[in-house]
């Protein structure tokens, strides 16, 4: 995958050349947007054309192993002996109907991610509540009103949980072997309206992201227009690499809980 990921064409072109000498067989790695990825990934089901090997997003683990397109893997895993070598967590987002489809490869946290030169200019801190942020926000925004104090994209619903969580509610909750959807509690909904208030009343966000994908947040931060803005443990480079100016001027805070620590389960894997 690619977008907010650092560029990898250099590192698999070594795994190919590698791979090419162990098996004799030619890799070929096809790099795809993460923001295209799962419609891509749908239609090769259907049509039957699907690749030999895929990273995926876990969220898309179950639902690929359910349409019978993934392949089980504790066989492979069993007969490497490296079962306990792995991340309990990861196994546990790559297993469905208690059986391995998604290889753990790596994972990280998501942070909500500032501009320090912006912040520094502005006078404000970075937040460790809800109500520090909307003060950094509005600091921001009054320092820079051409510029976005925080992101709030309309299309990348990972930021939205942890605001849920943050709140004390949950986005689903097992109730025997049933999912039961927990967005309509009131702590959810309080989560909720906090973050999209951000951009609807606050006004601290832009109309144009509410169509911003996980790649324009990054686009848009890179270029020294976004304030603050939720990104995961793995677009540092990629920031620097889009714009090298900006080495040395952003840094990163946990996720704040509404009256301060750290909202829960900000994270990510990748299978």
């Known amino acids: 995958?690619?977008?907010?990921?650092?560029?990898?064409?250099?590192?698999?072109?070594?795994?190919?050349?590698?791979?090419?000498?162990?098996?004799?067989?030619?890799?070929?790695?096809?790099?795809?947007?993460?923001?295209?990825?799962?419609?891509?990934?749908?239609?090769?089901?259907?049509?039957?054309?699907?690749?030999?090997?895929?990273?995926?997003?876990?969220?898309?683990?179950?639902?690929?192993a359910d349409a019978g397109a993934l392949a089980p893997l504790d066989e492979y895993v069993d007969g490497a002996g490296i079962g306990d070598d792995l991340v309990e967590g990861l196994v546990e987002a790559g297993t469905y109907d208690e059986q391995l489809y998604g290889m753990p490869w790596y994972a990280g946290v998501r942070s909500l991610?500032?501009?320090?030169?912006?912040?520094?200019?502005?006078?404000?801190?970075?937040?460790?509540?809800?109500?520090?942020?909307?003060?950094?926000?509005?600091?921001?925004?009054?320092?820079?009103?051409?510029?976005?104090?925080?992101?709030?994209p309309g299309d990348a619903e990972f930021t939205v949980y942890p605001w849920v969580w943050g709140a004390g509610g949950e986005v689903a909750t097992l109730e025997g072997d049933t999912w039961t959807s927990g967005l309509d509690s009131p702590e959810s909904q309080e989560g909720i309206e906090f973050w999209t208030g951000l951009a609807t009343e606050g006004d601290y966000s832009s109309e144009g992201a509410t169509t911003w994908r996980e790649t324009d947040v990054l686009d848009a931060f890179a270029a020294g227009d976004v304030g603050m803005a939720v990104m995961g443990s793995w677009t540092p480079a990629a920031i620097v690499e889009a714009n090298a100016d900006m080495e040395g001027k952003f840094a990163a805070v946990p996720i704040p809980g509404k009256e301060g620590g750290i909202a829960p389960r900000s994270s990510a894997a990748r299978t």
């Open 1 to 64: 995958m690619q977008g907010t990921n650092p560029d990898a064409e250099d590192f698999f072109a070594d795994v190919s050349t590698a791979f090419e000498e162990q098996t004799g067989a030619t890799l070929d790695v096809e790099f795809v947007e993460w923001g295209d990825a799962h419609d891509r990934f749908v239609t090769s089901i259907a049509g039957g054309t699907t690749p030999d090997v895929a990273e995926t997003g876990t969220t898309w683990t179950p639902e690929f």
């Open 113 to 152: 991610v500032y501009n320090t030169e912006m912040f520094e200019q502005a006078g404000v801190e970075p937040p460790t509540t809800w109500a520090e942020l909307e003060e950094a926000a509005a600091g921001l925004k009054e320092e820079y009103p051409d510029k976005i104090a925080v992101a709030v």
